[in-house]
């Protein structure tokens, strides 16, 4: 079962993924040109449509958390927060069958098929409702930006399928954080160790680093195996004064004097 930080890392990974390709096209679109592409349509459809939460210096993983802890009660009116963001899956949802039902009467009108036959248009009304469920999309018929598009409504539909569960009062995991520990390494950056239900599940122990912000710059999953042998190590060290560039620079123990010993805590 995901913890509260699964599912927050979840959500902040798809809009990372979103706000990526929203600057991507922006450098690709012509200042000086009069009229807003098909593209730039649908990204001011996208943004409006998220406006309650999405903005470019406040982005939506800062309060989630909370949002979500308050829907988790039992109290439905605790739970309306969680609306804004299952929003932002509709929205692309919307705008990818928008853009995929443009692509396909373009792709059927090229290939010479006649869009006003009532067969061509079934067709296509059914490829634009399996475009969401379908894992990936035809490239033939499909532009690269559409494709992406996908991608990311399908990051997002995985965010909030969670999300929507704890909404609708489906969802139930343990309220306890994990057990963690933060160490300020340097420039204010946070070393965090921990270990959630998942991590255990895996028997591995959780290592992060987050920027001076709390944004996460780096996860790794450190078996509990190699923790302990890390712990054992370091006493090894330190106990027997041995010299080490990492853990004891000032050691006045030569470490080859030691290699016979067999060391346990």
Request: glycine residues 4%; aromatic residues 10%; proline residues 1%.
């Amino acid at each position: 079962m995901k913890t509260l930080d699964d599912i927050v890392d979840e959500y902040y990974n798809a809009i990372l993924q979103y706000e990526s390709y929203l600057k991507e096209h922006e450098l690709k679109e012509e200042p000086k040109k009069q009229e807003l592409s098909k593209l730039k349509k649908m990204e001011m459809d996208i943004r409006n449509s998220m406006q309650e939460y999405y903005e470019r210096n406040c982005m939506p993983w800062r309060q989630l958390k909370g949002d979500i802890k308050e829907g988790i009660k039992k109290d439905l009116s605790k739970r309306d927060k969680l609306i804004s963001y299952l929003r932002a899956e509709d929205a692309i949802g919307d705008s990818l069958s928008s853009v995929v039902e443009e692509e396909l009467a373009e792709y059927y009108l090229k290939n010479g098929f006649d869009l006003n036959d009532d067969d061509i248009k079934i067709k296509i009304e059914e490829e634009v409702c399996d475009c969401y469920a379908v894992s990936s999309l035809d490239s033939k018929k499909y532009s690269k930006d559409t494709l992406k598009l996908k991608e990311i409504a399908i990051a997002f539909h995985k965010a909030c399928t969670d999300i929507y569960k704890i909404y609708t009062g489906e969802y139930k995991f343990e309220m306890d954080a994990p057990n963690k520990i933060d160490i300020e390494i340097n420039n204010g950056r946070i070393m965090r160790i921990s270990q959630t239900e998942s991590d255990k599940i895996r028997c591995g122990i959780g290592v992060e680093t987050l920027d001076e912000k709390g944004n996460l710059e780096e996860k790794e999953l450190i078996s509990e195996g190699d923790f302990v042998m890390l712990i054992n190590y370091y006493h090894y060290i330190k106990e027997n004064d041995i010299k080490d560039d990492f853990i004891n620079t000032t050691g006045l123990n030569d470490r080859k004097d030691f290699e016979s010993e067999n060391i346990e805590i």
